[in-house]
């Protein structure tokens, strides 16, 4: 038991932490309501459960062990968050009059829960910060003695449920206060300040060592 409130409480660091995954959350929430954080939410915690399975077929053990697969992973992840970032700031430099007028529209008319779901799905899963945290972390929540796939597959989905939560609560408050965080000049800022900061998560991906 104390090997899992161990877990709990790193794993809450880790997810609380704000990353690329709250940058998505956040922006994609503006653009789509608590809709569409909510369904970015469930596709990032859809992508850690693949990182779990992955892991407890030791899949990512490999993938960490070869240099040019986890390279592959780690600059299409870094590509996909510069390209987000990339036009959130086209969004805020130079807004198109269609997106000026949905501004006050709908959310949902923005942004489909589908669209956010894939976003969050392609963020998590090219993320390669995820491969080496679930294949260096969650192994020393094991027990000695314990059914490593079981469990591994068991530590990940409930890293993935907490994970989940914690986004759908972030899209929730952002939901709260939509109608005054989408007015244009407000939206403008919100949409740099999130583009930037998707560029620079992304070239620090890319840039940085194991």
Request: aromatic share 8%; charged share 10%.
């Amino acid at each position: 038991m104390s090997l899992f409130l161990a877990f709990l409480g790193v794993s809450f660091i880790v997810i609380a932490t704000p990353g690329p995954d709250t940058a998505i959350t956040i922006r994609n929430t503006l653009l789509g309501g608590r809709a569409g954080g909510v369904s970015t939410a469930l596709g990032i915690a859809s992508g850690q459960t693949i990182w779990a399975l992955a892991t407890s077929a030791g899949i990512v053990a490999l993938l960490v062990a070869s240099e040019p697969l986890f390279l592959a992973v780690k600059y299409a992840g870094a590509a996909y968050l510069v390209y987000l970032g990339v036009k959130a700031l086209q969004e805020a430099l130079r807004p198109s009059h269609q997106a000026e007028a949905l501004a006050v529209a709908r959310p949902s008319r923005r942004l489909a829960a589908a669209s956010a779901f894939r976003q969050g799905l392609i963020s998590d899963l090219g993320n390669p910060k995820m491969a080496v945290f679930f294949a260096s972390l969650l192994p020393q929540f094991v027990p000695p003695g314990g059914e490593s796939f079981i469990t591994l597959l068991g530590l990940g989905a409930v890293f993935a449920v907490m994970t989940f939560t914690w986004l759908a609560l972030y899209a929730t408050v952002v939901a709260k206060a939509g109608d005054f965080l989408r007015q244009p000049p407000i939206r403008r800022v919100i949409e740099g300040v999130t583009g930037m900061l998707l560029i620079g998560l992304g070239i620090r991906i890319a840039t940085e060592h194991r």
